[in-house]
């Protein structure tokens, strides 16, 4: 009640004009305080060329999905034209990303590696029957390294397993 007897002594003093630009001032006031309207471009988008303002956000998202899929299923079309056609790996490739190694000029045929497995399995019989694989020399192989004497090897670097005792048993894997 104060506050309304303080307005009303304080509308007697303004002059007609003044006491309408105040109320007014007054009512957009009020006006804006209860009216909280949500921004135009929420309440009235603006037009799309397909009718939903949306649509263009959706179109968007198509047509990353669409380069990905197309970069996912090209890529090993790509990789088998890099990895062997040379002139286009020449032409498009930097040679700092190019990784590819010279096949070597020596390598073996399946006959050649053949022989070398004959070779050595028949190496294996003749030292068999030779008698290099009994049991001691056995134990004593799978002991210390080939080519190392266990009796000039002062800090054991020759041991298959360093730290084994000599008369301990060693496990059968």
Do not use: C
Not at 74 to 96: H, Q, S, V, W
Not at 128 to 146: C, N, Q, T, V, Y
Request: glycine residues 4%; aromatic residues 10%; negative net charge.
């Amino acid at each position: 009640m104060a506050f309304r007897a303080t307005a009303i002594r304080l509308a007697a003093k303004l002059t007609e004009a003044e006491r309408t630009a105040a109320l007014k001032d007054a009512n957009a006031r009020m006006r804006d305080y209860y009216v909280n309207r949500p921004p135009i471009e929420k309440v009235k988008p603006k037009k799309s060329k397909w009718g939903n303002p949306r649509a263009d956000e959706h179109f968007i998202q198509l047509g990353l999905v669409a380069s990905f899929v197309t970069a996912f299923l090209a890529t090993p079309f790509l990789g088998r034209k890099i990895a062997l056609d040379e002139e286009f790996r020449e032409k498009y490739i930097p040679k700092a990303y190019d990784f590819t190694l010279e096949k070597p000029d020596h390598a073996w045929t399946r006959e050649e590696l053949h022989e070398q497995f004959v070779q050595v399995q028949r190496e294996l019989h003749e030292r068999a029957i030779r008698g290099e694989f009994s049991p001691e020399k056995l134990d004593e192989m799978r002991r210390h390294f080939a080519g190392v004497d266990p009796k000039d090897d002062p800090h054991g670097w020759g041991q298959l397993h360093p730290g084994v005792d000599e008369d301990e048993d060693l496990e059968d894997d």
